[in-house]
């Protein structure tokens, strides 16, 4: 016969020899408590909102047949595509909501399809991303601190009037497997999304903040995975100073900026260190 021997209070093991790990009447009501947890959980799941429920709503038709439209740009142009989306928010008529993402990072790629048809992909169910709180990163946007709150990954709910546009807009994470900024689109009538991210890739050149400046790239230690982009002050230069034939100078009379390439001699060779660009102006 075996016997068990059961404390009423936490902590306490009667007998001599007892085992820290002896179960307790607490033990029970701790598992039970846990038990009823994860079933009004699992019960109100379907209550929860999800993506797939938040597009559909505010787009007023199903999406099963909507096509969807994306736009690509570069990892280092976060910040073009952060002031283009802040622009094209802020033109007249156009309001919108703005959902963050919770559970969805070191799960790999994924878009606007896999959240409004969850049942038709790997990142569906409970444990797929959900509407969560807002992620924002800070990113430079010039030579003297100056930063910009860029989203990090984010569900846009935009309204025209009538129109209605839902939008994917996700930044650069390697830790995700996303080596670029993508922003992805559907809308409530054809034609509206396309003309919704044509519109972002011309505010992104509109309101490109490298313009002006004084840039140089790099690779940081991940390779090919991340670059290193610097601001550097524009420090006045009057044209003796320049050193170059005089030949290259005179093509840079009307230019507004190319791209230049630094390096060093090493045992007689030239190794390029890093690339960059340099901005001039023409008076």
């Known amino acids: 016969m075996v016997t068990i021997s059961v404390s009423s209070h936490p902590g306490e093991h009667p007998g001599n020899g007892s085992r820290p790990d002896a179960p307790e009447l607490a033990d029970l009501r701790r598992y039970g408590r846990r038990l009823v947890r994860r079933f009004v959980a699992q019960a109100r799941a379907d209550e929860q909102p999800t993506f797939a429920s938040l597009v559909t709503e505010h787009l007023g038709v199903p999406t099963h047949d909507?096509?969807?439209?994306?736009?690509?740009?570069?990892?280092?142009?976060?910040?073009?595509?952060?002031?283009?989306?802040?622009?094209?928010?802020?033109?007249?008529?156009r309001i919108a909501d703005v959902v963050g993402l919770t559970n969805y990072r070191h799960r790999g790629p994924f878009g606007l399809g896999d959240l409004i048809r969850p049942d038709l992909s790997e990142f569906g169910g409970p444990h797929g991303p959900r509407p969560g709180n807002l992620s924002r990163v800070s990113l430079p946007i010039g030579p003297d601190g100056e930063?910009?709150?860029?989203?990090?990954?984010?569900?846009?709910?935009?309204?025209?009037?009538?129109?209605?546009?839902?939008l994917l807009y996700r930044g650069s994470d390697r830790e995700s497997e996303m080596y670029g900024v993508t922003v992805e689109a559907i809308a409530s009538r054809p034609g509206l999304a396309e003309q919704a991210t044509e519109r972002?890739?011309?505010?992104?050149?509109?309101?490109?903040?490298?313009?002006?400046?004084?840039?140089?790239?790099?690779?940081?230690?991940?390779?090919?995975?991340?670059?290193?982009?610097?601001?550097?002050?524009?420090?006045p230069m009057p044209k003796s100073d320049l050193i170059l034939p005089e030949a290259s100078t005179g093509r840079f009379a009307d230019a507004t900026g190319t791209f230049v390439t630094a390096g060093k001699t090493v045992n007689g060779e030239f190794v390029s260190e890093v690339e960059g660009v340099i901005c001039f102006e023409h008076k």
């Open 66 to 93: 909507l096509p969807l439209v994306e736009e690509r740009w570069a990892p280092y142009e976060h910040v073009n595509v952060q002031a283009a989306v802040d622009a094209w928010l802020a033109e007249p008529g």
């Open 200 to 235: 972002l890739r011309e505010l992104a050149d509109e309101h490109n903040v490298f313009r002006g400046q004084v840039l140089s790239f790099g690779q940081d230690m991940f390779g090919e995975r991340g670059s290193v982009l610097r601001f550097h002050k524009r420090q």
């Open 147 to 166: 930063k910009l709150q860029c989203l990090r990954a984010a569900v846009l709910l935009v309204s025209e009037g009538d129109d209605r546009i839902a």
